[in-house]
C-alpha cells in the first residue's frame, strides 16, 4: 500500500486538476485522510458515486455539509447507470479549471493542451465508470469489485467539432490508506465491497452489517424487508445466528454462501 501511495503521489505532480470519487454510502470513510494535502494548490473536484444506492436522507445531510466547503466543487452522481444531466456540473467544473490552465499557459507564451486530470479514490468506488462517462466512451475497465484497475492509464475524452477535447483523464488503482486501523471504517468498506473479498471474512462482514442496519436512522425498514426477504425474523435474532439461521434455511448450511447472498443484496440496493 505504501508503494502505491508513492506512485500516485508521484503522478499527482504531472497533473491540473483531481477529482475524488466517494461512494456515498459511506462518504466519511471513502474520504482518504491524506489526499487533500498530496493534492495542494491544484483544483479538487469531489464526486459522491452511487447516489441511488444512498438514503436520501444521508444525501440531503451530505449536500448540506460539502456546501459549506469552499476547496472543491461537489457533485452527486450514479456514475454508471445515471443520466448524462448528473455529469454536466462534473463536466463544467473541469472545463474551467481547464481554461484556467490554459490562460496561465498563454501568459507564459505557451501553447494550450487538454487539462490534465486525476480521478484517485478507494478500490471499486466507481473511478473506472466516471472516467467511462466524462470521456464518452467505454475506455477504461469497470466491474463491480475491488481490484480490476491494476494500473495507471491516460484515457482521452471526445473533441467536438474537430477541437481537441478539452480534458485528459487518468485512471488510477484503488488507495486505502496505509494505516488504516480504524475496524469500523474497514468493516464498511467490506460491506460496500471497496476491499479485495480475500482480505475479510463474509460471514462477520453480513453479520456486522445487518447490526448497523439495525441501529442506523438512515436504514430504517432494512430490517423488514431482511425479515421479508429471507424468511428469517432479523428483528428478533443476533445478527451473527441470523447468518446462521438464513444458511440452514436456503444454503443447505453454507454460512459463506449466506453471507455472500446479504451482502450482494446491500450492495445491490436491495435492502436499503
Known sequence: IAKAERQLREY????DVVVEARDARIGATTAHPSLEEWVGARPRVIVFTFADLAPPAALSEWKSAMKGDASAPTF???AKKGNDKELRGVRAALNACGRAVNEKRRAKGIAPRPARVAVVGYPNVGK?????????RKAARSENRAGVTRSVAWVRGKGRDGAPPPFELLDSPGIIPAKQIDQRAAARLAMCGRIGEASYDERLVAAELLYELAKAPYARGAIKRATAKYGVDAAEIAPDLFVEALAHKRHDGDESAAA??????????RLG
Not at 128 to 136: D, E, H, V
Not at 260 to 269: C, H
Request: aromatic content about 8%; hydrophobic content about 50%; cysteine-free.
Open 12 to 15: 499527482l505532480t504531472r497533473v
Open 128 to 136: 473506472s465508470a466516471l472516467i467511462n462517462r466524462l470521456a464518452g
Open 260 to 269: 455472500s447472498a446479504i451482502l450482494n443484496d446491500f450492495r445491490s440496493g
Open 76 to 78: 452527486f452522481v450514479d
